[in-house]
């Protein structure tokens, strides 16, 4: 009888024993204010925190330039490596040239078979005559009329 109580006296104390770091390498477990600080401060150097306005892109994505390189997830690829990926992409239309709204590559939606110019200005002034469009320049009315410059203080 005495075996058994050492015996479980004994499981209670290893239970407690591995309890302990096994609670503290919770994931979920809150972290202190000292952790958030350091990831913060962290975060902020490198770039990895959300940018000002809407496109939901982080300061890194938008001006690399201004923070240190991140690393790749995948491996290190060369320069010719992605240089070439990035021509298959635009080729295949997986992605747009530079210069769109949005953080890096964004996917191009296929528009089947294109219409003429002639097609969309018919189009256009269709939707202008039906007032679902409201024009511009000449074909929005009738002119504006010009405005005189504010003069400057001397």
């Not at 939606?109 to 320049?137: F, H, L, M, N, P």
């Amino acid at each position: 009888m005495t075996s058994l109580k050492t015996w479980t006296r004994a499981s209670w104390v290893l239970a407690a024993l591995c309890a302990g770091p096994a609670m503290a390498a919770d994931p979920a477990a809150p972290k202190t204010r000292e952790q958030v600080k350091a990831e913060t401060r962290e975060a902020i150097r490198t770039g990895d925190m959300p940018a000002d306005g809407e496109l939901g892109c982080k300061r890194n994505e938008m001006n690399p330039s201004q923070y240190p390189p991140q690393a790749a997830p995948g491996g290190a690829k060369t320069r010719e490596q992605v240089k070439a990926e990035t021509r298959q992409a635009m080729r295949s239309g997986e992605m747009m040239a530079s210069g769109e709204a949005g953080c890096g590559p964004q996917p191009v939606k296929s528009q089947g078979q294109g219409k003429t110019r002639a097609q969309v200005k018919a189009e256009r002034d269709e939707a202008i005559r039906k007032g679902e469009v409201q024009g511009t320049g000449e074909l929005a009315g009738s002119p504006q009329p010009a405005r005189p410059m504010p003069k400057k203080a001397p």
